[in-house]
């Protein structure tokens, strides 16, 4: 675990998760971490949403969900963004993006959970010439933007994510709604895709798996993919652990160009149709091992919203392992909102985020503009 604390204003900063065995969620659990969780059930009736669900420190892991959100686009070990922008065929793009869509499914740790972003928090890394914004634009539901863009590559991603939890007895299932655009402007392709759904099992055997389907579309290139997460059978066994499958296709003639196979935890192949050839476009071990915790580069430019700095103190009491300092520290953060929530409803006022419009219809559900076309270089880097 990588923590990094400046005085004046505190931040601590750690370890993304990754598949490098990273403690930076299970050294930092209880014991007894099944019958923990179901003692926090044992009040809630099946098909409760859990959006408004306050969770104790005890099982969170030392960092907000807005900074895990970020470090799915920023810490990677291998640039695929880069290789999206790079190739020459619209078909390579293509199935770089869905290499690159794959790459952001990052590995869940039963019974640990991040923080709940508080309204207004912000996030902002860089790694590179990329640079990464985001903001919790709405508390409940919890909305969070993300823009991120690379002035080097060309490179432009626009991403809101809206979960919704809800309990069915034995599991929790939470489906990430949101649009998701990857923009490579130096060909004027735009990559719309979805997110899969989190599901948390308890019995018979605990897990957490990443599940459902994906669908990612070219509209400029008339190139889609459909891809299907699968999980573990009830009973913890079976080769669908992790496992992705699915094809690329043309949408005008509906012509199957690539079978999608393998698990994104390790590897994942394209067949081509037309000659049998397996070819391997996405290797976990290569893009998600020796991932760094991003580091200040200048404490001076650090926001007071920066996520690493809200939940400081928080981070810093799980850390020792000091679960009841944690969980009052966490109570002091969840007040100052609340309080600041009554202020604005005393005086008439409506929050506005600082750096995106949202909208929200019941046909496309939250929408996210950034207001800036470029996001500047951040104060928070990733050592590369």
């Not at 909208?359 to 590369?384: H, R, T």
Request: charged share 25%; aromatic share 8%; hydrophobic share 35%.
């Amino acid at each position: 675990m990588d923590l990094q604390v400046m005085e004046g204003k505190r931040v601590v900063l750690t370890k993304p998760l990754s598949f490098d065995g990273d403690s930076s969620s299970a050294d930092f659990r209880p014991p007894n971490i099944l019958q923990r969780v179901l003692s926090l059930f044992k009040n809630v009736r099946p098909g409760t949403d859990l959006t408004k669900f306050q969770l104790p420190a005890i099982f969170n892991i030392p960092k907000s969900h807005l900074q895990c959100f970020g470090e799915s686009v920023y810490c990677i070990g291998d640039n695929i963004l880069s290789k999206c922008n790079s190739l020459e065929s619209p078909v390579e793009r293509f199935t770089s993006v869905v290499a690159w869509s794959i790459s952001i499914t990052r590995p869940l740790i039963f019974g640990s959970a991040p923080y709940n972003s508080i309204l207004g928090e912000t996030h902002h890394v860089s790694r590179g010439s990329l640079n990464v914004l985001l903001e919790q634009v709405s508390h409940h539901p919890p909305v969070s933007a993300l823009h991120a863009t690379d002035e080097k590559e060309n490179v432009e991603i626009i991403w809101c994510q809206h979960p919704v939890p809800k309990f069915y007895g034995a599991s929790v299932e939470a489906e990430v709604h949101g649009k998701k655009q990857l923009k490579l402007l130096n060909h004027k392709e735009t990559y719309e895709m979805n997110s899969p759904k989190l599901c948390l099992r308890f019995l018979p055997v605990p897990g957490a798996d990443w599940v459902g389907d994906v669908r990612i579309k070219c509209k400029e290139t008339g190139l889609e993919a459909e891809l299907t997460y699968r999980a573990n059978s009830l009973i913890g066994f079976g080769r669908n652990h992790r496992a992705v499958r699915g094809k690329i296709y043309d949408s005008s003639s509906s012509k199957i160009l690539y079978e999608i196979d393998g698990h994104w935890d390790r590897t994942v192949t394209a067949k081509d149709i037309n000659n049998g050839r397996s070819t391997v476009i996405y290797n976990a071990k290569e893009v998600l091992s020796g991932l760094k915790a991003p580091i200040v580069k200048d404490m001076q430019e650090v926001w007071a919203s920066e996520s690493a700095a809200v939940w400081s103190e928080v981070s810093q009491h799980i850390l020792n392992k000091e679960w009841g300092k944690a969980t009052e520290a966490k109570k002091a953060v969840e007040e100052k909102q609340r309080k600041q929530l009554r202020e604005r409803e005393s005086a008439g006022e409506t929050w506005v985020p600082k750096h995106f419009s949202i909208s929200y219809s019941k046909e496309n559900g939250w929408d996210c503009s950034p207001l800036l076309k470029f996001v500047p270089p951040a104060p928070i880097v990733v050592p590369l």
